[in-house]
C-alpha cells in the first residue's frame, strides 16, 4: 500500500481516482488545486504525487516546479506523475525535463494508471527516476528535432509555456548575427540550431539566469539542454562547456578547458 496524493479540478475525476487507488490498496488523499496540493504535499509527503496539467490559478506545471525547488529534500523527493489531456510529444518532453517521473495522457485505462502508480513507488530513489525520465525527455527532443522521431501533428510546434517564445513574439535571442569565429574545438556539426541558439544567447549573457529569461525558458530546460551539449562534445557538464566557450571568446581560439569565468546564474 502506498499514500498516494491526487490532485485534480475536476470532482467527477478526483472521486473516480480516489475511488479506484483506494480499491487498489492505497491510502489516497486529494487536492482541488495546486494551492492545496503544495499544502497536503509538504504535510503529508506522499509516496507518488498524481497530478493534474490544467488547472485554474496554480497548474500542474506551477506546482511541479514549486516541489522541485523546495528545500526539504523529503518534499523533492516525492515522486510526481503527471496526469493530463495534454498529449502533445512536446508536453510530454517539458514533463520528463522538468521533474515528472511519469506522464499520462487522458483518456486512460484504470490499468495503465494502477502500473504507472505502482511504478513510480517501486522504481527506486526518486532522484534517479527523475534523471532517467530526463534523459529519456532529452533523447526525444533530440530525435524530434533530427526529424528521426514521430510527428505529433495535434502539438506540431506548440508554445510550451515557459519553454518556448509566444508565437509571433519576437524573442530578445532571436535575429543575433552568428558569431564572426566559434572556437575551432567546438564541433558544430554534432549540434542542432537550438543548440547553437542556446550558446548564443549563453555568450551574450552575463548570466545563465539572464540567458534563460531572454531565451524565455525555465532553468530546467536550459541546464538539460547545456547537458545534452557537453555530452555531444565529450565535456563533463554544461557549467565547463560555458567556461570553455566563455574563456575561449575573451582570449581568442583559446583552449577548451581554460578556466575562464564562472558560469553562474
Avoid at 504525487?49 to 523527493?77: T, Y
Avoid at 520528463?96 to 511504478?119: C, M, N, Q, S, W
Avoid at 506548440?158 to 517564445?165: A, F, N, T, V
Avoid at 575561449?248 to 558560469?263: E, F, L, Q, T
Wanted: glycine share 8%; proline share 6%.
Amino acid at each position: 500500500m502506498a499514500r498516494v496524493l491526487v490532485v485534480d479540478d475536476e470532482p467527477d475525476l478526483r472521486d473516480m481516482l480516489r475511488v479506484s487507488l483506494s480499491l487498489a490498496g492505497h491510502e489516497v488523499s486529494v487536492a482541488p488545486d495546486g494551492h492545496r496540493a503544495l499544502v497536503l504535499a509538504r504535510e503529508q509527503l506522499p509516496d507518488v504525487l498524481v497530478l493534474d496539467v490544467m488547472m485554474p490559478g496554480m497548474d500542474g506545471w506551477g506546482v511541479l516546479a514549486s516541489l522541485k525547488s523546495d528545500p526539504d529534500s523529503a518534499v523533492a523527493g516525492i515522486p510526481v506523475l503527471m496526469l493530463t489531456a495534454r498529449s502533445g510529444d512536446l508536453d510530454a518532453i517539458r514533463g520528463g525535463i522538468e521533474g515528472a517521473v511519469r506522464y499520462l495522457t487522458k483518456p486512460f485505462a484504470i490499468a495503465d494508471l494502477h502500473e504507472a502508480v505502482a511504478g513510480a513507488v517501486a522504481g527506486g530513489p526518486e532522484p534517479e527516476q527523475r534523471r532517467a525520465a530526463q534523459q529519456a525527455a532529452l533523447a526525444h527532443l533530440a530525435r524530434l528535432e533530427r526529424g528521426t522521431g514521430p510527428v505529433d501533428k495535434a502539438s506540431a510546434r506548440p508554445r510550451l509555456s515557459r519553454l518556448e517564445p509566444v508565437s509571433g513574439k519576437r524573442s530578445p535571442t532571436q535575429g543575433l548575427a552568428p558569431r564572426q569565429s566559434w572556437p575551432s574545438w567546438l564541433s558544430l556539426d554534432l549540434l542542432t540550431a537550438r543548440d547553437r541558439e542556446i550558446l548564443e544567447a549563453v555568450l551574450s549573457c552575463a548570466s545563465l539566469n539572464e540567458a534563460r529569461l531572454d531565451l524565455q525558458v525555465s532553468r530546467s530546460y536550459l541546464y538539460a539542454r547545456l547537458r545534452s551539449m557537453a555530452s555531444k562534445l565529450e565535456f563533463g557538464s554544461g557549467p565547463a562547456l560555458v567556461r570553455a566557450l566563455r574563456s575561449s571568446s575573451v582570449a581568442g581560439d583559446g583552449g577548451r578547458h581554460s578556466a575562464g569565468s564562472p558560469a553562474t546564474d
